[in-house]
């Protein structure tokens, strides 16, 4: 057996591609695996999905199957669902125009050598045919593959033009598979750079995650600053293009974050609204940047404070990091180890608003549970007794001082 076989076979998702490729061939159906699967497969890796391509309509694929899908019927995109797996199974298409620069503004369906040359680039657009078991390449992919290349399927600019997200996703696939980008895609890329500011954020997001992720991070981000891609969208990063990601790396914030610890505040909050990052993420991404500008200012609050700043992932992350990095880790260790001996949470106040009825007004309530919640994370009190002592003593002080 092929080691692309061997690869397949052994992937979760090889039962259900399994049955799909029966059924479609046993209705007469070609059926292939396309995109970053066979990609993978060639490189020696596992790939995320198994992607399926066929001859049959997604109206032929929806009365074959017991459960399907509909992603996208016009664009030929189905998915069929087998137990656990869900695998996409599209149809062979050519693209019409590109109006928007997004997507093709209608489909047709056709061959194989048409969908393959409808594809980003080169070592994306080949196809294994599941029933001859072997490899289908219309566009010298696996040329590619070999020299480890990048290169658009036909002319650069027009494929960028196009869909501008291509430009992102050529430096991406650069970082990902750790290989070089063909000269005149480069040089495309260099001579559209600004188109990919239409790209929506949410897609920028991802693409940007998947190139901090990659293994070969640092020569993406080259591709993106030779390009000017790392101008358009995120100039703060020309000046030190440097990435070593630290720390307990893992959210895509995570990455981001890192990515982003050298702007000003005002670049960074560029950044994120580009990004559409949610809510949290762009709490956690500011909490770790304004640690980051100044630790000492977080090492000199009390603990109490510091243990409640931790409940936010920001200052968590940002601390590990800084500890990953030597950075003043004796100290660190010691608030991360408090946080640790706290199961990770805040515990539940001894005092609240009740304790301090008739006894306080307005402003002073807040300031007195604050203190007494601090007096809590610094195990000064350690029982709501102690605590209700305690605050008999600070109500005499309040009212003698
Ligand atoms: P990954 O491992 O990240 O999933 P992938 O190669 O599978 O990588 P996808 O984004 O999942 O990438 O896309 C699947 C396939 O669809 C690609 O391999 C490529 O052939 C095609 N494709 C995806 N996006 C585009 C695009 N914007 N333009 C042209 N072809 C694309
Ligand atoms: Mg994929």
Not at 34 to 62: K, Y
Not at 338 to 357: H, I, M, Q, T, V
């Amino acid at each position: 057996m092929s080691q692309v076989q061997h690869l397949l076979e052994t992937h979760p998702h090889w039962p259900a591609v399994n049955a799909i490729y029966h059924k479609l061939q046993a209705a007469g159906y070609k059926a292939f695996l396309a995109g970053g699967c066979v990609r993978d497969a060639l490189l020696g890796i596992t790939a995320n999905d198994l992607d399926v391509a066929t001859n049959a309509t997604p109206d032929q694929i929806e009365a074959l199957f017991e459960k399907t899908v509909n992603v996208g019927k016009v664009f030929g995109v189905m998915r069929v669902i087998i137990g656990d797996a869900d695998i996409e199974v599209a149809t062979f298409r050519t693209d019409g125009d590109y109006k928007d620069g997004r997507r093709p503004d209608h489909v047709e369906f056709s061959s194989p050598e048409e969908d393959a040359k409808r594809r980003d680039f080169t070592v994306n657009a080949l196809f294994y045919d599941l029933v001859a078991k072997k490899v289908l390449d219309y566009v010298d992919g696996e040329k590619d593959l070999k020299i480890k290349l990048i290169r658009t399927v036909g002319d650069a600019e027009r494929r960028f033009k196009e869909d501008h997200l291509r430009l992102l996703r050529a430096a991406r696939f650069v970082a990902q598979l750790d290989f070089s980008l063909d000269s005149a895609t480069q040089t495309a890329i260099g001579a559209m750079a600004s188109l990919v500011n239409t790209v929506s954020g949410e897609r920028l997001r991802d693409e940007m995650g998947k190139l901090l992720k990659a293994k070969a991070a640092s020569k993406g981000l080259r591709v993106m600053q030779e390009t000017g891609l790392l101008k358009e969208l995120f100039a703060f990063r020309l000046s030190d293009n440097s990435w070593q990601p630290r720390g307990p790396t893992k959210e895509t914030w995570h990455f981001l974050s890192l990515f982003m610890r050298k702007a000003s505040r005002e670049e960074l909050e560029k950044a994120v609204a580009l990004l559409r990052l949610s809510v949290k993420e762009q709490r956690a991404i500011l909490k770790s940047w304004e640690l980051w500008q100044n630790p000492s200012a977080f090492l000199q609050k009390r603990r109490g404070e510091q243990l409640q700043a931790l409940t936010d992932p920001g200052v968590l992350f940002a601390l590990q990091v800084l500890l990953s990095e030597g950075t003043q880790s004796a100290s660190i260790q010691n608030i991360l180890d408090d946080w640790e001996s706290w199961g990770a949470e805040l515990p539940k106040p001894y005092l609240n608003g009740e304790d301090l009825k008739g006894k306080l007004s307005g402003k002073s309530i807040g300031v007195c549970l604050a203190e007494a919640f601090n007096e809590q994370l610094e195990r000064r009190l350690d029982s709501r007794e102690k605590a209700l002592a305690w605050l008999q003593g600070y109500l005499q002080k309040e009212q003698h001082g």
